[in-house]
Nanobody, 124 residues
Framework: QVELVESGGGLVRAGESLTLSCAHS????????IGWFRQAPGKEREFVGG????????WYADFVKGRFAISRDNAKNMVYLKLIDLQPEDTAVYYC?????????????????WGQGAQVTVSS
């Protein structure tokens, strides 16, 4: 069982930055992968990026193109998603999720536990 809580969403203007936080806590094994996803209105959920605790590996979806950055503080059980140069098309609910897959999971069904989501709205 892994519990995840996102925070840090909000309304920003195009070109601004925002950092989302994901507080995660698990019973038992703690070496799960944390992934970030987003879902825009009327669109399917899409993978943004992921990070693995034990290896320190971090990877991103192709569309990120260096604008987003994932970091983690293992001592605090926190994972962060920094969103840079936000654009209106980045408007979405952003979710963090946990997976016990070590194979760099990028599909939603590979993640078992999900947070409630954080709304990010970017105005033009």
């Amino acid at each position: 069982q892994v519990e995840l809580v996102e925070s840090g969403g909000g309304l920003v203007r195009a070109g601004e930055s925002l950092t989302l936080s994901c507080a995660h806590s698990g019973r038992g094994k703690s070496d799960y992968t944390i992934g970030w996803f987003r879902q825009a209105p009327g669109k399917e959920r899409e993978f943004v990026g992921g990070t693995q605790r034990n290896t320190g590996s971090t990877w991103y979806a192709d569309f990120v193109k260096g604008r987003f950055a994932i970091s983690r503080d293992n001592a605090k059980n926190m994972v962060y998603l920094k969103l840079i140069d936000l654009q209106p098309e980045d408007t979405a609910v952003y979710y963090c999720a946990a997976s016990y897959s070590w194979n760099y999971p990028e599909r939603g069904p590979e993640y078992t536990y999900w947070g409630q989501g954080a709304q990010v709205t970017v105005s033009s």
